[in-house]
């Protein structure tokens, strides 16, 4: 029984790695870099996500793409008219968000993390 109950457990264990490294390899970084470049978000951000064209455009590259997807995901939450915490409203990033998917959110939040930056630590 109690082998058994290992054994469940390294099965369950393999399930949650294989789904979580699938998940990654699922958020394509080329793609992410396209659509940047298609919804303009370089007109404010910059090319490299770091050289903003005003200061109250915030540095992207480099930054966690946990933090990124979620950010852009509070944007459409705030479109929506939702008030909670996770929630943003602001009028550029609200009506920017209203065009991307959640795909595109989330090879976009990875694409950004992957560049180079001192906004994170490199490992
Ligand atoms: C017209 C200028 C402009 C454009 C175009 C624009 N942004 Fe932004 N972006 C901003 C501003 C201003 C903020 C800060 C908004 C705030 O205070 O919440 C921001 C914030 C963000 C944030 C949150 C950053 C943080 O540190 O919390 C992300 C992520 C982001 N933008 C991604 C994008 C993406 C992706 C696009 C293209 C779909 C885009 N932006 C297009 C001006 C712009």
Redesign the pocket.
Same mark, same amino acid.
């Given at each position: 029984m109690k082998k058994l109950s290992s054994m469940k457990l390294a099965a369950t264990l393999g399930l949650v790695i294989a789904f979580t490294s699938g998940t990654a390899a699922a958020q394509d970084l080329v793609a992410g870099q396209q659509a /940047?470049e298609k /919804?303009? !978000?370089a &007109? !404010?951000?910059g090319a490299d996500a770091k050289s903003s064209t005003l200061p &109250?455009?915030?540095v992207?590259a480099g930054?966690h793409a946990d933090y @990124?997807l979620h950010? @852009?995901r509070s944007y459409k939450r705030g479109a929506t008219g939702s008030t909670t915490v996770n929630a943003?409203n602001?009028a +550029? %990033?609200t009506a %920017? +968000?209203q065009q @991307?998917s959640e795909a595109d959110m989330q090879n976009?939040a990875a694409w950004l993390a992957s560049l180079p930056s001192d906004l994170a630590v490199r490992r």
């Open positions: /940047f /919804f303009a !978000c &007109s !404010c951000h &109250s455009y915030p992207l930054q @990124l950010a @852009l943003r602001n +550029v %990033m %920017m +968000v @991307l976009i």
